[in-house]
């Protein structure tokens, strides 16, 4: 019980987060990030775990709009990345959202202090000869890595599998896993050749319209709206 | 992908897989053969002709074309031919379609079943003649229908050698598939529409006008998520359908990823198939509506004593046999190859 209410609370400090850089991204122009700067102001240590969970895409206001973030962002960002470093046993998708935040918060720099050290890219053989949904799966997952020229060793996997992340994104979609669907729809924003016959831009359209109630199915959505305009980072 | 590396994909263990599901199924098809009789009501004003003509019909469909699919050497050819003959037989060897037409001279299901044996050269001139004195009315031509039954109607005139000026193109562009939808938007209904436009355009996979370029690239994109997603929802039917359609693609046009949802197919059919042979529309432990588990008994899979059994699963079970067989044809290459002499002929006797 006690668990299941911490986790419910880190869930919803996830949410809160997450809808705070989603509002950042409203708009499609350049971004507004009033609402991202009221909740990223909080310290417990639930709003650093949110931090962690949202990982790289806490910095994403930025990062779209081309400017330095601002102090308590980067503070927030950076206190995640020192607070939860991977563990050797640790997922390889954890210790690639660790290496996102960190080389992140390296590529937008710092109003002050010392910048991380992401240390090098961790190894991501195991993603290569992955079976479409499960690639699509950890792709979603790794969704803060899809940025227009991101150059890492999961991007460059992801640009030669356009196809296998499109019927991911259509499987999402019929699985009703809206969050799986909107960080799919992020990758295929970055990806080259994506067929013209899936529809991404309605797909994400009707991925807000059915998951948009998720404040992390609306910062994708809204992240792969705002790259696929052709936003340069 | 050639067709070499096609059969590289599907395994040795992935093909008898496919085969032992086909083989099943129509070995509960044969023992469950009397539940097609058509019955004393087939001819009535009133017939229920789901119950009847309907089955009857999706049987010889099937079976012609795992006829005209397999070389007459193999078992399953004459299993499918052993059925086929029975459905003809029933039928009174196609002189029961002249009273059924005449109790609905404009109705299309009597020409759409009898087309599924004149398909394998089982034919009677007198009903082909009615036939073709309706089907010259401009009523029947204009007749009002969904573009994919429309399809439907063309591709059982065709079987008897009726031609009309209907575009098939315009047609085609007007249903859920041929208009190319965003891959997304799949459901049940469009899945059914989707794989009913395939079996008419390639006769049931017996040949046909095929799928114009477009079409096929969209199922080469599209049908290994559709396929997955059936399966992943325990539609079993649906899934064995777009199977069926999988395999009508063309193989130049497909690659591993396609081959390999194709083939992995079967493991999964196979688990779900009864110890009988019987498959059931739906898996019943999934959440959709679907009929009760106690409708065929696991450990025997025969219909109980209302037929019950028998409905729920009739379609299924044909369609793991027909889509099997698809399957089977495109490994061996056989789509891809001058049809040879077993594959016209018809079926004997």
């Known amino acids: 019980m006690k668990q299941s209410g911490a986790s419910a609370l880190l869930q919803g400090a996830v949410q809160d987060l997450a809808s705070g850089v989603a509002s950042a991204l409203r708009g499609g122009g350049r971004t507004s990030r009033e609402d991202l700067h009221a909740t990223v102001r909080s310290t417990s240590d639930l709003d650093l775990a949110a931090a962690r969970v949202l990982g790289a895409d806490l910095l994403l206001p930025a990062v779209l709009d081309g400017t330095a973030p601002t102090g308590p962002e980067v503070d927030l960002a950076r206190r995640a990345f020192d607070a939860y470093p991977p563990p050797v046993t640790a997922a390889p998708t954890v210790a690639w959202s660790h290496w996102a935040l960190g080389h992140t918060l390296r590529r937008v720099g710092a109003p002050s202090g010392p910048v991380p050290e992401p240390g090098p890219e961790p190894d991501a053989s195991w993603l290569t000869g992955a079976p479409w949904p499960s690639l699509t799966h950890h792709l979603a997952v790794l969704a803060p890595l899809a940025l227009p020229g991101q150059d890492c060793a999961v991007a460059r996997l992801a640009r030669g599998r356009t196809l296998d992340v499109a019927r991911g994104f259509v499987r999402a979609i019929r699985r009703r896993d809206w969050y799986q669907a909107a960080g799919a729809g992020r990758w295929l924003a970055v990806l080259p050749d994506v067929p013209h016959t899936l529809g991404l831009p309605s797909g994400l359209d009707f991925v807000e319209l059915m998951g948009g109630g998720d404040a992390r199915v609306l910062l994708q959505v809204r992240a792969a709206r705002l790259i696929g305009s052709g936003v340069s980072v | ?349």
């Open chain 2, 1 to 349: 992908m050639s067709a070499a590396d096609v059969r590289q994909v599907a395994g040795s263990d992935l093909r008898r897989t496919a085969r032992a599901v086909q083989e099943a199924a129509l070995r509960w098809l044969s023992r469950n053969r009397a539940h097609f009789l058509l019955g004393d009501g087939a001819l009535a004003p009133d017939g229920r002709v789901n119950d009847s003509w309907k089955p009857l019909g999706e049987l010889a469909q099937v079976c012609s074309t795992l006829c005209a699919r397999t070389p007459p050497s193999d078992p399953v050819h004459s299993c499918a031919r052993e059925l086929l003959a029975f459905a003809w037989r029933e039928t009174g060897e196609g002189a029961l379609f002249l009273p059924l037409q005449r109790g609905e001279p404009f109705a299309t299901y009597p020409l759409e079943v009898y087309a599924a044996f004149a398909s394998a050269g089982l034919r009677h001139p007198g009903y082909e003649r009615a036939a073709a004195t309706v089907a010259a009315t401009r009523g029947w031509r204009l007749t009002e229908q969904h573009p994919t039954r429309r399809l439907g109607v063309l591709c059982a005139e065709r079987q008897i050698g009726l031609h009309r000026d209907d575009h098939e193109s315009e047609l085609l562009a007007r249903t859920w598939l041929g208009g190319l939808p965003e891959p997304w938007t799949f459901e049940r209904a469009s899945g059914y529409a989707l794989t009913h436009v395939v079996f008419h355009l390639t006769d049931w996979g017996r040949g046909g006008p095929g799928l114009p370029a477009a079409v096929a690239d969209h199922l080469a994109h599209w049908s290994p998520a559709w396929l997955v997603t059936c399966l992943e929802a325990g539609l079993w039917d649906l899934a064995c359908e777009v199977a069926a359609v999988a395999a009508l693609v063309p193989t130049a046009r497909t690659d591993a990823a396609f081959e390999a949802a194709l083939g992995e197919t079967w493991p999964r059919i196979a688990r779900a198939q009864y110890t009988s042979g019987a498959l059931c529309e739906v898996d019943t432990r999934m959440p959709q509506a679907a009929p009760s588990q106690e409708a065929v008994p696991r450990d025997e899979g025969a219909p109980g004593p209302d037929g019950h059994g028998f409905r729920t699963c009739y379609h299924s079970t044909l369609m793991a046999a027909f889509a099997a067989g698809l399957t089977l044809a495109r490994w061996d290459g056989v789509c891809d190859e001058p049809s040879p002499s077993w594959m016209t002929t018809g079926v004997p006797g």
